[in-house]
DNA sequence: CGCATTTGACCAGCGC
DNA sequence: GCGCTGGTCAAATGCG
């Protein structure tokens, strides 16, 4: 079965030649620079922080390392889970644990509304007591999925905005 | 007219 | 129990 949980696509808005794996084209509205802030919570399957850790530098980049998508096989490492993410688990176990996933990306652009490659439907806005900015609530429009996602500026660096994912898609 | 977005209302969880 | 805060709902609104 598959299923991903991080953004199907590079988060730019022109791909070359149509293909969201291709390399990077320019932009000056929108940076392709980004790297993980923040890792919200471990699945299940990765209760091990030292197996954890393996698979960060392995398919994302260190959390210290900023990561600048500019080769394909980086992208399609990031778009997907680990190989091993559904090992020994049977579907109900699967889908309780990608119920339980989630983690945020901080990712340097202008736009407000970044296209990471699924079809959001918004259905929240809301002012948070910590940021002079709005935060703003989606949910994948794909029926029968109920991957959520947050976005909102970083109160630290206007300039970067924090997408936290909830859930693990079960679609392409 | 249909669908997505907006936005105030409502709800749940938490700390006091 | 009460108030605060964040998350979700849903009616109203806007737009193609």
New binding site residues.
Partial sequence: MFSSFAPKSFPLSQHQNGNPYSPLATNDDQTCEFDFEDILDNNQLLTDQSSYQELIPTHFGTKEQNLVMQETTTSVSFMHPPNNFHMQVDDREQERVHAKFKFALRMKTKLEVIDDGYK???????????SPYP???F?C?TVGCNV?K?IERDIKDSSYVITTY?GVHNHI
Wanted: glycine letters at 6%; charged letters at 60%; a positive charge.
């Fill in positions: 959001w439907r918004k259905y929240g806005k809301k002012k948070v007591k910590s935060r703003n609530y949910k429009s959520k947050r909830d």
